[in-house]
């Protein structure tokens, strides 16, 4: 991979890690209920589960989908119908002082998502495609991606997280969170709409 292409795979993995997702939008709202610091086992587990995805795909998983393409159709309706039952889970939590039974996403948990995690498929697919050369070393090519996008998610996850955590303490009052939960659901909802319009 020459430097103009690695840079141009920083940028491409620092704007589609920064857009907003279904990661995004939950850090967000976990950030909101949970604080930063309960939110760290979420984050971390984005910054290792994505990557190891997008090594995964670089090392030969993507050709299974091309050969068992119902592969790819089953796992875009599964991941969809989770994004939505995690809709549904946002739009229903409450401030976690309140809860006890509110807990936020554990590492394990973050690592398996983005398994399910369709935008997360489209993206590393696409890095993929775009920034490594067939030709090259698979381990090396795919290991520069995904090694990239561990500092992509690094930044993004920080970021939202912080933008949750700062929306969470405006918001003083049970309705108030409320309400941020369900618009935070519906974003996360919507979000899987594109998936079914590629």
Known sequence: MNETL????????????CT??????????SGANFG???????MLGI???????????GLGLGTVFQAVPWLHTA????GAAYLLFLAWKIANAGRAAGRETAKPFTFLQAVAFQWVNVKGWINAVGALSAYTDPAGDAFGEAG??????VGATIVSN?????????????????RALRLFNWIMAAALAASIIPVFLV
């Open 144 to 149: 520069r991606v995904a090694l990239v996008y």
């Open 20 to 29: 907003p997702g279904p990661n995004n939008a939950m850090l967000t709202a």
């Open 6 to 17: 690695f840079w141009a795979l920083i940028g491409f993995a620092l704007i589609v890690s």
């Open 36 to 42: 930063f610091r309960r939110s760290i086992p979420h």
């Open 75 to 78: 796992l875009k309706y599964i």
């Open 47 to 57: 910054n290792v589960g994505f990557p190891a995805m997008v090594l995964a795909i």
């Open 158 to 174: 920080t970021l939202w997280c912080g933008f949750g955590v700062a929306i969470g303490r405006l918001l003083k009052t049970e």
